[in-house]
C-alpha cells in the first residue's frame, strides 16, 4: 500500500449495504465519519483523549476540512483509514492529513486535511495549549517522505 505519509495510524472498516447510496456506492458522510473516527482514536492513542481534554479544559477543536473524493468504493469492500498530524503551527494550530485506501485495489479512495485550533473548552475560546498538548503532540508530527 502506498501512505502519503510513513507510519500512518490505521483503522480498518468494511463496506456493507447499510453504507451504500442510490448511486451503488460508498455513500460520502461515511468517509467523513471514519475519518473523524480514526483521528479521534489516534488523538486517543496518543493520550489525550476525551477524560484529558476535560481536565485540561482544553480541546483541538476543527475550524476547517477538505476532502477529495478520488475513487468509488462498494459493499464488500475493505478500506483503511491512515491519519497523520503534519503541522502543529505556533502551537495553537494543528493540521491532521487522512488518506483511505481500499484494501482490495490498494487504490487510494479519499484524501482529507483537517485543521484544529486548542481551545479552552469552558468558554469556547481560542487558548495557549497546554505544555501536555506540546509535550504529546509534537513527536507526533510526521513529514512528508
Not at 483509514?81 to 487504490?107: F, N, P
Request: charged content about 20%; aromatic content about 12%.
Amino acid at each position: 500500500m502506498k501512505w502519503d505519509y510513513d507510519t500512518p495510524f490505521i483503522m480498518t472498516f468494511n463496506v456493507s449495504n447499510a453504507h451504500i447510496d442510490a448511486l451503488a456506492h460508498t455513500r460520502n458522510t461515511h468517509y467523513v465519519e471514519w475519518s473523524m473516527e480514526t483521528a479521534w482514536a489516534h488523538t486517543t492513542a496518543l493520550g489525550l483523549g476525551a477524560a484529558e481534554y476535560q481536565q485540561l479544559n482544553r480541546a483541538m477543536a476543527l475550524t476547517h476540512a477538505e476532502y477529495d473524493y478520488l475513487k468509488a468504493t462498494h459493499a464488500g469492500d475493505t478500506l483503511l483509514v491512515g491519519t497523520w498530524i503534519t503541522d502543529w503551527r505556533s502551537k495553537l494550530k494543528m493540521t491532521r492529513k487522512l488518506q483511505i485506501i481500499c484494501q482490495q485495489t490498494e487504490a487510494s479512495v479519499f484524501r482529507g486535511t483537517l485543521e484544529f485550533v486548542c481551545i479552552e473548552i469552558s468558554t469556547g475560546q481560542p487558548k495557549k495549549p497546554p505544555s501536555e498538548f506540546i509535550d504529546i503532540y509534537t513527536p507526533a508530527l510526521v513529514n512528508k517522505p
